[in-house]
């Protein structure tokens, strides 16, 4: 099974300052780039409603990076990016693919490849690599292990990269060298977002089935990579790609197929939909495979499990991304957040942050949240304690979206559970909130 090949884009732009982030669940299908289709990359959005989309493949040319279909270097399709993010959506850069190989099989330094993994996001504008492993590529451990050590001084230096892998999947889930790439990865620090599996070719049966199979089986085997998480947040860290209508081993998926898996990915909280292939497989169908698949884009981050710990009574530290969110979504493309991220409030009123606080006793509590708005105007909330509004605040520009500051306003709280819910009021949403604290 295997994923065919692709060239892809550039501009500067810090990873930083991505034009676009995701969604906690979305559509991001393939596009094998070319000159000839890279400008159509506008049209598709505005088709088919995707907003995203999976650039595939970065392979190396010793240590330098080009891109399969054409060999293009870094720099091409800098325009036709910029337009796609001018106009709301976002790329995900892949590297790798089946036959060309890997930046780690062709660079031993490990630091000219975090260069080059750095560069390839500035690039491009976008916070999201993603790492496509697969045949000799995978077997290479020389070449995993340099990989991991590049991605993790990467995102130790810049915390808003976020780094996939895609792979491949039998019907009972990942086979055991993938498993032990990953672990690779893992125990060399690298923060893995997102496994997306390769749902395709499987030789015999069907594919919608074994896609469901995998995807259960692969869930499964999430928890021991991430052990603490949910089973929804495991879920929100699988996606899933097939390949549209006609699979390489003659086997179909066809669109009924596809509105089957995007229900059960819905029902379970999939992260990521994709499919091979937008230029050649999608356009000549009306962009049927994306119209479908595009029905996930949206949602917000699984809650966390509950805890385990008896919360605080009195004060206490509670981080955003921890909390219950209603159209917004955990980020890292800003430094200096607390914690593992923060919140980034979709542009509408009504998204909104709630953190529950327990007390051991009635009274007035100062309540003070770090936030950041690089905005030139205010982000208006109303501050709603156990279901009433009590208060709001502006939460005032701060200069940039690097840039942190704290309000604090005083609320009543009863004795025993709580809820503080952080809502905006208007259009632009909320601020980038970091934190609450209590007391």
């Given at each position: ?55 595939a493949f970065i392979i190396p040319h010793g240590c330098t990076p080009i891109w399969e279909d054409g060999g293009n270097g870094l720099g091409a399709f800098v ?361």
């Amino acid at each position: 099974m295997a994923l065919p090949a692709g060239a892809i884009i550039g501009f500067n732009l810090t990873a930083a300052n991505a034009a676009t982030g995701f969604p906690a669940h979305y559509a991001a299908p393939y596009l094998q780039i070319t000159g000839s289709d890279a400008g159509q990359m506008s049209a598709d959005m505005k088709a088919s409603g995707t907003k995203f989309y999976t650039l595939a493949f970065i392979i190396p040319h010793g240590c330098t990076p080009i891109w399969e279909d054409g060999g293009n270097g870094l720099g091409a399709f800098v325009g036709q990016v910029r337009s796609l993010q001018n106009a709301g959506g976002q790329v995900i850069v892949s590297n790798g693919g089946a036959s060309g190989g890997e930046m780690a099989t062709g660079c031993s330094n490990i630091s000219t490849l975090t260069s080059v993994y750095r560069s390839e996001a500035t690039t491009y504008g976008t916070n999201r690599l993603d790492f496509d492993i697969e045949g000799g590529t995978l077997g290479n451990s020389g070449a995993n292990d340099r990989r991991a050590k590049a991605l993790a001084a990467l995102q130790k230096s810049d915390p808003s990269i976020q780094v996939d892998f895609t792979v491949a999947v039998d019907p009972g889930g990942m086979p055991g060298d993938v498993m032990g790439m990953l672990r690779n990865a893992v125990s060399n620090g690298v923060k893995i977002n997102l496994v997306n599996i390769m749902t395709m070719d499987f030789g015999s049966g069907s594919n919608l089935n074994n896609g469901i199979s995998a995807s259960k089986g692969a869930h499964n085997q999430l928890a021991s990579l991430f052990p603490g998480l949910s089973s929804a947040q495991l879920w929100g860290k699988l996606g899933a790609t097939f390949i549209a209508g006609r699979n390489d081993d003659g086997t179909p998926f066809s669109t009924s197929d596809a509105q089957k898996f995007e229900t059960f990915a819905a029902q379970n909280g999939m992260g990521e939909l994709s499919f091979w292939e937008l230029q050649d497989y999608d356009r000549p169908a009306g962009y049927a495979y994306s119209k479908i698949f595009n029905k996930i884009t949206g949602g917000s981050t699984p809650p966390p499990p509950p805890p385990t710990t008896t919360p605080p009574t009195g004060g206490g530290h509670f981080e955003a991304e921890k909390a219950a969110l209603t159209n917004a979504v955990v980020a890292t493309n800003h430094p200096g957040f607390t914690g593992t991220g923060f919140v980034d409030y979709a542009a509408a009123a009504g998204s909104a942050v709630q953190f529950s606080v327990s007390r051991s006793s009635a009274g007035s509590v100062k309540l003070t949240f770090r936030y950041a708005n690089g905005s030139t105007t205010n982000r208006p909330t109303s501050i709603i304690v156990n279901g009433a509004t009590v208060t709001s605040i502006p939460f005032g520009t701060t200069g940039t979206w690097d840039t942190w500051k704290t309000v604090s306003v005083t609320v009543s709280l009863k004795s025993g559970a709580n809820t503080v819910r952080v809502q905006a009021t208007s259009a632009p949403g909320g601020p980038n909130l970091d934190s609450l604290d209590v007391g």
